[in-house]
């Protein structure tokens, strides 16, 4: 599992990227208001790196035929 398929799979990670994705464009279509987008990305970046720091590593998948535990 590749660093961007780790990230995809943690839901507060994932959602992060999405909404910080968002806010760009949204600054590019609302130049007047970019300090306050770019304020809510400083937040909505704040609390993805508190939520990787508190998150567990992936587990491997297990290959098959594995017995169940």
């Known amino acids: 599992m590749?660093?961007?398929?780790?990230?995809?799979?943690n839901p507060h990670l994932r959602y992060c990227m999405i909404l910080l994705a968002?806010?760009?464009i949204a600054g590019v279509w609302f130049p007047?208001?970019?300090?306050q987008l770019d304020t809510t990305s400083k937040i909505i970046t704040f609390y993805a790196?508190?939520?990787a720091a508190n998150s567990a590593p992936p587990t491997p998948p297990k290959p098959p035929g594995a017995p169940a535990v």
């Open 22 to 24: 968002g806010l760009e």
């Open 2 to 9: 590749n660093n961007l398929q780790t990230i995809w799979a």
């Open 49 to 51: 790196v508190a939520a």
């Open 32 to 35: 007047g208001h970019k300090a």
